[in-house]
């Protein structure tokens, strides 16, 4: 917390996660529900570490 209060606009910079999503192969109607899953938790995961 103390590092990332010297800046002024602290940001969290990721890999290219490019075909992060390619290896679940369920049809589209499931892969869709799937990966905004995945993302939804990953994006709460970051967002939950970042604090």
Known sequence: MEFAE???NP???FEDMG???DEIQY???M???LHKLLFHKFEKF???KAT
Do not use: D, K, L
Request: glycine residues 12%; without cysteine; charged residues 15%.
């Open 6 to 8: 010297q800046f002024s």
């Open 11 to 13: 940001v969290i910079v």
């Open 19 to 21: 075909g992060i999503r």
């Open 27 to 29: 049809g589209s109607y």
């Open 31 to 33: 892969n869709r529900r």
């Open 46 to 48: 970051v967002s939950y």
